[in-house]
């Protein structure tokens, strides 16, 4: 029997899986225990990744658009030579500006757009989104502002585990999520709080469940941090060691009316006070944020509030608390304390945030006369035509480009618009790797071998090899001859001619990737030549963190303790440990220029003192829509086969059954939902989950497969307009609606 080690692609946790193959098709998936991170767990979901494998709407060869819309095969060197072409004419006319890069990254895979850069670099493009634009990037800004990075919990030695607008159970998000929720639910000495005005499966867990109305959030977790000044149960002494701006934010907190509060967001006042005093009284807290704040009202003075509860606490740089990690790769940069601070959107001058433009701004970017405006679009491994907010909108600002050039393995919404969709192989085809490493203190790298071919017949390239010829295709790769000679005199050697040909020539330094890929790529085993951007990033993690590399076990010294972690990486198929932390080091990585946790940020302290109270709903949209739920079989839109779900496969809008007989729904029964941007026909479920007035849809439907389209896209409902006033995050989670009975 033989088990192919890699990982699974449907979040971000990656848990390492083994398949055993059928012919072509993924007969048994199981966890592989040899993963140092998931060490065997997965969840249901991968069980059934044969309908990503072999999903009907496959890719096979490069198609082009006719005039008529419809597609025509082309072999590569056509499609090569003409995206590079018009891509080229784009920039020549209107400024590599013009051009804008989406995606880059998915769940699994991010190995392909470690590539990406380089082509863009070479056009000149300047502007580039991703999904993190939609989340996370909120969060980015306040980490930016307080600490000059981001941190994440350590659930697995906490004492206290706080889940804020958050359902790891179906999300997961943190390793083995399931067990370790378990682990914490069931030990009497440590406290499980949640925070979600859904009674999740997460919550049916909790030791303490505060459940707020929809979208006041900010009201409760002001509430939370005012306990905590006024009943002084802040960690003074640690904060006057390490924090700067302490009293700015105890003014503000020591006014607030925390029992006013309390009943604004509906949680009783005794739950907020003792679920403070369990905070302040715990060991090691561990925090972590999501969806449920991140795309609701106040999302970014929630992220501002999520860090106050566990800085004030001094829940910070030690086992069991908020670290920030050392990642593999720069996923998230920094830039508020460096000289260039802000950056601004061309047409709608939205705040750009860890070099990405928000999503909600995309389509306005595009659909206007502005001189500035984005013309060409290059879109890899993402579907924003189902993905942002106001679908209708956004596919007319695709449709308004010149040129839009899609990479994907399936035919998506976002596709089918496309002046050229070139085909990649899958996850399972190919050398991948993810770069959600973010795990602390042990942190872990899996670069996966491919488990299988690319169909017989077909005709795809790797997302590598795609950027390499279009970048070659535009004259912008220089000669590699003397970076290759280098190579055969030994990596030591190369490392040194590479480093000198990147510092003397600017252009090989804006295709560093592709230069790589082409140059040492061919010498590394097993053809896992799409792993050479890794060659750098592992000189980078060793250069910056060489203690934590050692602690990994990965020996040397310089330039030796990269090429041994770069070796590491290569030959280990489960994955290996790449960093090891030690207490007190992640104080270390506080990026702030004088080293400390700056508590106050002005603009957000003053939001807090204008909460006042809690809106009420508009009558015509009375519910609370939550377009998007984490469910048992949903992965965003990378599973588009409807049948890869065993129950519920078109989603169901979950309904408070108060609400259902108010309005005469059944269970089972249809209804009309209606936002201000939209109407669909959905199918209800009745569930006391759900509070009387907050309905909620399931995340990735609405795809079209075989065909057919199967649920809701809830994007058909959202609007671009609803977003955060300083990152520009949609409200997803909180858009208002009115339910209809119907038939
Ligand atoms: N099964 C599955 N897992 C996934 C994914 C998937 O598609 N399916 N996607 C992955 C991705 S990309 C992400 S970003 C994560 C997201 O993971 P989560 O953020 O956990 O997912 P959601 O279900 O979107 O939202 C979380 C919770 O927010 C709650 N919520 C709604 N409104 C509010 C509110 O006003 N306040 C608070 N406090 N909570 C509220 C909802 O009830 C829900 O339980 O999941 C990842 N994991
Ligand atoms: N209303 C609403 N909208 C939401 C959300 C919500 O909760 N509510 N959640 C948001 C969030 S958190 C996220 S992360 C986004 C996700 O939305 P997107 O970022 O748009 O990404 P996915 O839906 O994950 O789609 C990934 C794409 O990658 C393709 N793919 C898979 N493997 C490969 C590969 O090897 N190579 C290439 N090139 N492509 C591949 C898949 O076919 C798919 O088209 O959606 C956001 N949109
Ligand atoms: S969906 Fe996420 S938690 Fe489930 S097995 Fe895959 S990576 Fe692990
Ligand atoms: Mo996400």
């Known amino acids: 029997m033989d088990w192919k080690p890699t990982a699974c692609v449907l979040c971000a946790c990656n848990c390492g899986i083994e398949i055993r193959l059928d012919g072509r098709r993924f007969d048994r998936v199981r966890g592989d225990k040899a993963h140092p991170s ?12 044969d309908h990503y494998q072999n999903g009907a709407d496959r890719l096979t060869h490069p198609l082009r658009r006719r005039p008529d819309g419809t597609f025509e095969r082309v072999d590569w060197d056509t499609a090569i030579g003409e995206v590079a072409e018009r891509f080229a004419a784009v920039r020549d006319a209107h400024g590599g500006e013009s051009i804008f890069y989406y995606g880059g990254g998915g769940q699994g895979n991010h190995l392909g757009g470690s590539y990406a850069g380089s082509f863009m670099r070479a056009l000149g493009a300047r502007y580039r989104s991703n999904a993190l634009a939609q989340e996370k990037t909120g969060q980015f800004w306040v980490g ?12 697995e030695r906490c004492e206290v585990a706080l889940f804020i607008g958050k359902n790891p159970w179906q999300s997961h998000g943190i390793p083995r999520t399931r067990p370790t929720l378990r682990e914490i639910a069931r030990d009497p000495d440590r406290c499980l709080i949640v925070i979600d005005p859904r009674r999740t499966e997460t919550a049916e867990l909790a030791d303490i469940h505060l459940r707020p109305r929809p979208g006041t959030d900010a009201w409760l977790l002001t509430a939370l941090a005012a306990v905590l000044v006024q009943e002084d149960l802040i960690a003074t002494e640690w904060l006057a060691r390490h924090a700067v701006g302490l009293d700015e934010v105890t003014t503000v907190l020591s006014k607030v009316p925390v029992a006013e509060y309390a009943a604004g967001c509906g949680v009783p006042e005794g739950l907020v006070r003792g679920a403070a005093r369990r ?11 999501d969806l449920g704040v991140q795309m609701s009202p106040h999302s970014t003075l929630n992220s501002y509030l999520d860090n106050l509860i566990y800085l004030l606490t001094g829940n910070f740089g030690r086992p069991g608390t908020n670290n920030p990690p050392i990642p593999f790769a720069p ?9 260039r601070r802000d950056r601004f959107s061309p047409v709608a001058g939205a705040r750009i945030i860890s070099g990405l433009v928000p999503c909600n701004v995309i389509a306005e970017e595009i659909l ?39 990479v994907d393995v399936a035919m998506t919404e976002t596709a089918r618009l496309a002046d050229y969709v070139l085909p990649a192989p899958t996850q399972f085809e190919k050398w991948e790797a993810t770069f959600f490493n973010f795990e602390t203190p042990a942190n872990y790298f899996h670069l996966r071998a491919p488990v299988l071919d690319p169909p017989p017949g077909s005709d795809l390239l790797p997302e590598p090899e795609i950027h390499s010829r279009l970048c070659e295709a535009i004259g912008a790769v220089p000669d590699l001859t003397p970076l290759r000679e280098a190579l055969s ?41 799409a792993a050479a951007s890794l060659w750098a990033l592992a000189h ?27 070796d590491a990486i290569l030959s280990g198929r489960s994955g290996v440990v790449f960093a090891v932390d030690e207490p007190g080091d992640a104080l270390a990585r506080v990026g702030t220029p004088d080293g400390r946790i700056h508590l106050e940020i002005p603009e957000l302290l003053e939001e807090i003192s204008r909460l006042g109270g809690v809106p009420g709903p508009d009558p015509a949209f009375p519910f609370v829509l939550s377009a998007g739920e984490r469910r048992a079989f949903t992965a965003n839109t990378i599973v588009r086969d409807p049948a890869w779900r065993r129950r519920n496969g078109a989603g169901v809008l979950r309904v408070n059954p108060g609400d259902a007989a108010a309005l005469g729904l059944a269970d089972g029964g249809p209804a009309r939902l209606t936002t201000r941007r939209g109407s669909a026909e959905v199918t209800v479920e009745l569930t006391d989950s759900l509070q009387p007035g907050h309905v909620s849809l399931p995340n990735g439907l609405g795809l079209q497969y075989a065909g057919t389209v199967t649920g809701v896209a809830p994007n058909e409902l959202t609007s671009v307009e609803d977003r955060d006033p300083y990152a520009g995050t949609p409200w997803h989670k909180h858009v208002p609606a009115r339910v209809e009975a119907l038939g």
């Open 540 to 566: 980078k993690v060793a250069f910056a963190h060489p203690q934590a590399v050692r602690r990994a076990g990965i020996p040397g010294e310089g330039l030796e303790l990269g090429d041994n972690l770069f």
């Open 368 to 406: 206007t006369d502005h001189p500035a405006r984005y013309r060409a679009m290059f879109v890899e491994t993402a579907n924003p035509a189902h993905s942002l907010a106001d679908s209708a909108r956004m596919r007319e600002a695709l449709e308004a480009l010149d040129l839009l050039v899609v």
């Open 489 to 529: 005199r030994g990596r030591a050697a190369f490392a040194e001619a590479f480093l000198a040909a990147a510092a003397a020539d600017p252009a090989l330094a804006t295709v560093a990737p592709v230069a790589l890929y082409r140059a040492l790529g061919p010498s590394l085993p097993d053809g896992a030549a």
């Open 38 to 49: 998931s060490q065997g767990y997965t969840c249901e979901k991968p069980l059934r990744l």
């Open 331 to 339: 996923m998230i940069t920094f830039s508020h304390w460096g000289p």
């Open 144 to 155: 930016d502002r307080m600490l000059g990075n981001v941190t994440f919990g350590d659930f």
């Open 279 to 289: 905070i302040a009284s715990a060991r090691g807290v561990a925090v972590h944020e």
